[in-house]
């Protein structure tokens, strides 16, 4: 699969305070990646490096393979650009700022933006700057998806927002989804959970992973082991780099298996608490994944 | 170009208060300048609004930031520029042209012969104040740091000017302040350099948006401008006003020659707290043919003492040359110049020596046209109006600029007097001012007659003589300044 949207050694710095230490993504064409991190991680960096807004201090990005560095009006007719924190033109009503981007984009589908209009229920007459929070980010949306981009890039989408407007956002999104590669990155897990095809975990400024949804999933775990009490955690050596954040009570054991495999995961366990009365395996959602890691990750650092 | 269009359409209808704000003031400026004497507000009401429109456009799609929603739209740089360009020319340039069109022909004017003037005081004010105000807007990311960055270029404009006529620091003073002839000379080189570093920040602005590279080279090049303008030597823009201007006749072959030994020198100063040091001077000059008139445009002097100190003095200021009557083709020229007083006191009691080099410019070809006085202005040749104020003053008005001739006024059958003997030998049609006319005062009361002479001369050359005068006493000159 190719990619819509990649970054190789990515280094950015602020007045030598670094976000970003080498960071290599790679988003493949027709997924909906999300990016997902701590506050501070450096997902806006990155999103802003890749639109071209921001300049790296050093690396290599490309976006529909273009150097994103170069990024002009010809790439920018494929690529739309959601975020929170954009200063839009607040003078203009909704359907004047639909019309007057619509001669910028060749591919503009007039239906199709009719269409978002009525499925957002957005106020054709009212000023942008007189629109609430969730309407304003609807405007945004629909304006960014009436000309069918070949790319689209969000930068917390959601935040701030109920959970009925989110879910009109996500069904906005999801229409577009699979003719459009979507890189989105939010804080809200639950909702990017239900429609990512693709996760990366970004942590002081580098990806710690990225893989399809389904895998991650599959390979996260949280297990609980029954012992013959007294429950003893076993000593540093012997406990397994992927297994994270261990709790011991008095018979009970728990953590997080990061590598999960059900034919050979239940057998190491045994291996390493001995006398083992129970041992429950339990999916976990991607919230609590993300806190695992963050933890975790924190707690090396 | 659609896209220029697109802009342009969309920047007109955000800012239509504000262009009916121009215009409103456009055409109150047009009646107040054919109503009123003096309607300094109004221009100065319409230039403010004219830079807040201009501001405003500009900062319709902010160049500084990264939050900006136009910044990831498929907006073409050039198409961009082109469309605030064109919004500049149509609703600011334009409508203050049309405005001054319809001044000069309310107030007689031909329109043929104010049409060069009125195009290039357009280009003037383009690139003079239209152009500079854009790159200012295109640094900054909204109207308040673009106000405060304005009003400390005022200040520091406005400071420049009080020093001209300031007497502290003296060196500053000499610095700044050219003889009015061949100012339009640096006035020249400032809105040229000025132009370059405008559309050069404009161009970097809107192709790359580095703001802190933009931001850095506007300091960079406006300080080295201000050191350039402050340091630029006059006596170079003399020869290069010698250089443009054809002599129609050979300054040398006239035998016009100073007399060195009819110099008087005087020297006063104040009192108390001495600031400066006037010194005056008036030198004879003769072997004027007939039919010329002189003027001396500036003098360069250099007096030096028996210690080698020296004084380098700055342009000094001329007033009419006084005729004598008594012996054809000689006048006396008075200038005044100002002197460092650690100098004078340090050489008041030694023979200084002067080396001096005397700027002049000989008039000729003089027409004369007697015109019957009102109080409603008369054409009377060279794009010249004139008329009688209520309190008898005589005063003529010419479009964009005052003509670079010699122009006298005799009434009653008197000696001519001079307008003015600030004559500006610019080339070009126009100066910048957004009033299209400029008027001059002649010191002549008209009150005891309705006929009044005007006699226009052109400049024929411009030529230059050295001269050395030694054992100059300044304590035998100095007089006490109360």
Redesign the interface.
Known sequence: MSSALCAQDLVKRFRNVPVLNGLNLDVPEASVFGLIGPNGAGKTTTI?IL?N??KATSGRTEVLGADSRHL???D??H?G?V?E?????E?MTVE?FLA??K???PTWDEARAEELVRQFNLPRGRKLRHLSRGMWMKA?LASALAYRPRLLVLDEPFSGLDPLVREDLIEGLLESAGETTILISSHDLADIESFASHIGYLDRGRLQFSEEMTSLSARFREVEVIVEPPATLPADRQWPATWLRPEATQALVRFVETRFDPEHSPGEIRRLFGKVQQISVNPMPLRAIFVTLARSTSRTA | M??TL?ILR?DV??LRGEICLVLVLGAVFVWTETHSPDPWWVEMLLTVAAGYLIARLIH?E?LP????????????WNSLLGAKLLFMLVFVNLPISVAQLLILLADGFPLGSSFPGLLWSQVLMILGVSLPIAALAAMTSGMVPFIFSMLILLAIGFGSQQMIWSPRPLWLRQALQWPAGVEWVRDSIAIIVLAAIVLSILYMQYKNRRTLFSRTFALGGVALGIVAYMYMPWPFAFAVQSQLSKPRIDGSSLGIALDPSSMKFSASFPQHGLQHVEVDLSIEVGGIPGGFDLQADALAATFQGPDGRTWKSGSFDFSSPNKDSNRQGVVTLHGTGLMDPSFFNEERDKMVTLQASLYLALFGNARAKTIVLRDTPVNVMDGLQCYSSILGDLLCRSAFRWPNLLVRASVGGANPNVFTQFISYSPFPASMHLNPIETRLASASTLSTHEVTIIVSEPLAHFRRDFEVRGVHFVDFAAVKK
Request: no cysteine; proline share 9%.
């Open positions: 802003k639109m807004i921001l002009g009006p010809s920018l007719k690529i650009y975020s924190n954009q200063e839009m033109p003078w004047y007057y981007l001669p910028f984009y945004s | 659609r896209q697109h969309k209808r955000y319709a902010v930031g990264d939050r900006q929603f136009w910044i990831t739209r498929p907006y073409g």
